[in-house]
């Protein structure tokens, strides 16, 4: 049986290619918010972190409703980092709006979300954004037709529709020369294309789990999507869970999504996407079932993490004094409710009951977690992100990852000396809309590890990159991971202006005058090779003599203020990032200088 009233898409696309602004205009459109109501820009992207950095992290569901049809409508995120939200979301959605830039054409993540939706089998509907910027639009056309045979899209998928859209001036149209009026012709190819949800309403229930929220008031609420039956509020049912096992529980209570609110419902048919509330084990991927009658539902294989990083409890001479959370115990718990929620993430004990190892797919992924806990007032320090290195088939394999870089004509070279220098191999080399070039590149994950910071350097902040997963591949070689050591505090105590300037003469600083350190923490980059050890506190010692130009004042060069990802970029093997509510600061593992010797030159003896 069909549900003609229902339609269910998520929106795909490449980061800043603009999802959330389009979902804006969908809601406005369709008078979700009063006429007075003051509304944020880019509403879907509600958490603190999103709106910092103009960038979806988690999926988001909403609904409209046009011309008798209920459109439910998740917003999914566009880095690749996050990649798992959206192999998730997909199970719940029968269609796909790709989004994709007029100017920038297909990216990296256009490439990766659409083999996801390809391969589930959804039906996708091409948007092509930004009309109003101008680009050679047959150009991309021809891209997405391209990449489309690449990824072996079967007849049906590759006769799709394409919209032209400014979802920022809130027009869609079906002729590139003819800008529209509103989002009509946009929503009318939902309900013409997309197919609708299909299902037995009378027979036994099935409702699959697919995301999992938190409200203060009634605790944990599952995200789930009705394939079959019927489910009523207050009703008994069996929840079948992904690792086989099985347990009564009780709907409580039953939301559906209106605009951007949850409103109760007594009960939801085939097709409907619900939060349900009552169940205390929820996981995603679980089934509720119909009591008595389990019949689980396979779940969306999620791809494996790529990269790996250590989280251990603060043990720095500084631990404790800006924190609340600073045990192991509340670290291990943080750490394995976040497993709860986030399928592409994975936790591992370690040896040390102190010492936690937390997979997931990228720096931008761990990093987002990392702040996260620091503003829930965790304090703890993580190591250098590791890539996760398999055996397939006897031959030892890396993470390999497809890398746009544009930029001016002028960089060209600087850039491929780089990326030839760290193991890439570039692919394509083209002319972009915007007068500069297109480089595509396959590059192992762990030579990627702070490129980003020496590629916005070498193109005097011109340069812009992109990544994905692109699969496993033999090593690739050892490669020198960084040119540069650095300039480490020789004691505890107050930096002054007197040892900073003596010590910037020869290194990049991190800290200025007045900033409490301790012996073994890393004030700054040193212009050699080797890690130097100053004493950033020396103090001028005072006498009665003068002499001329020896009370000049001193001139300090301004710090280099480091954000949580270039700290995870510049630190070694043998350093640690200390994560605190209030600071972020870069230490050795091992503080004493003279271990340190001990292990250095113990180690080359051996």
């Not at 049906?156 to 989002?183: C, E, H, N, R």
């Not at 007032?377 to 870089?405: A, N």
């Not at 640690?576 to 030159?601: A, D, G, N």
């Amino acid at each position: 049986m069909e549900r003609k009233d229902v339609r269910n898409i998520a929106i795909i696309a490449h980061v800043d290619h603009g999802k959330t602004t389009l979902v804006d205009q969908l809601l406005k459109q369709n008078k979700i918010f009063r006429e007075n109501e003051h509304v944020e820009e880019r509403v879907m992207d509600s958490g603190d972190l999103e709106r910092e950095r103009g960038i979806t992290i988690l999926a988001k569901n909403t609904s409209v409703h046009y011309k008798g049809v209920k459109i439910n409508i998740i917003d999914t995120p566009g880095h690749a980092d996050f990649g798992g939200e959206v192999e998730r979301i997909l199970s719940m959605v029968d269609g796909v709006l790709l989004l994709i830039d007029a100017v920038e054409g297909c990216m990296p993540q256009t490439r990766y979300v659409l083999k996801k939706a390809l391969g589930l089998n959804k039906k996708p509907i091409v948007v092509i954004n930004k009309i109003d910027r101008g680009g050679d639009v047959n150009r991309v056309i021809d891209q997405v037709i391209d990449l489309f045979i690449e990824l072996g899209a079967n007849d049906d998928q590759i006769d799709f529709t394409t919209v032209y859209a400014s979802a920022k001036q809130g027009w869609a149209s079906l002729d590139p020369a003819s800008p529209g009026q509103d989002m009509t012709p946009l929503l009318d190819t939902v309900i013409k294309d997309i197919p609708c949800p299909e299902g037995e309403p009378g027979e036994g229930l099935q409702a699959i789990i697919c995301n999992l929220d938190y409200d203060d008031y009634v605790g944990k609420i599952g995200i789930a999507r009705v394939v079959r039956g019927k489910i009523n509020e207050g009703q008994p049912s069996t929840v079948c869970h992904t690792d086989g096992s099985t347990s009564t529980e009780r709907i409580l209570r039953l939301y559906q999504f209106e605009g951007l609110k949850r409103v109760e419902s007594e009960s939801a048919s085939v097709g409907d996407i619900i939060a349900v509330n009552g169940p205390e084990n929820l996981g995603i991927g679980d089934t509720i079932c119909t009591y008595n009658m389990p019949d689980p539902l396979p779940f969306v294989k999620i791809d494996e993490p790529t990269l790996s990083m250590l989280f251990m409890v603060n043990d720095s001479p500084f631990a404790g004094k800006e924190g609340k959370f600073l045990t192991s115990r509340h670290l291990r718990a943080r750490l394995f409710k976040e497993v709860q929620t986030n399928v592409s993430m994975r936790v591992e004990e370690t040896d040390s009951s102190d010492c936690f190892k937390v997979y997931g797919r990228g720096e931008l992924h761990l990093s987002v977690l990392i702040e996260t806990m620091r503003r829930e007032g965790f304090e703890f320090q993580v190591s250098r992100p590791e890539v996760i290195i398999k055996e397939i088939d006897g031959v030892k394999c890396e993470p390999i990852e497809r890398l746009v870089v544009e930029v001016p004509a002028e960089y060209v070279g600087a850039v491929m000396n780089k990326v030839g220098a760290r193991k890439g191999e570039l692919k394509e080399m083209y002319p972009d809309e915007r007068g500069g070039t297109r480089l595509e590149f396959t590059i192992p994950s762990r030579c990627l590890i702070g490129y980003r910071s020496e590629m916005l350097t070498d193109t005097r902040g011109f340069g812009v990159m992109t990544h994905t997963f692109e699969c496993y591949a033999p090593y690739r070689g050892d490669v020198r991971e960084r040119a540069r050591g650095s300039l480490v505090a020789w004691e505890d105590g107050v930096t002054t202006a007197y040892g900073l300037f003596n010590a910037q003469e020869r290194a990049t600083l991190f800290l200025g005058a007045g900033v409490p350190v301790y012996g073994g923490e890393i004030v700054g980059e040193n212009s050699r090779e080797d890690d130097l050890v100053v004493n950033v506190c020396k103090k001028k010692q005072l006498t009665n003599n003068r002499a001329a130009g020896s009370e000049d004042a001193l001139r300090l060069t301004p710090p280099v203020v480091m954000s949580l990802e270039q700290c995870l970029e510049f630190i070694g093997a043998d350093e640690l990032v200390e994560v605190t509510p209030k600071s972020i600061r870069l230490r050795k593992v091992v503080l004493s200088r003279e271990q340190r010797l001990k292990l250095k030159y113990g180690s080359k003896q051996q």
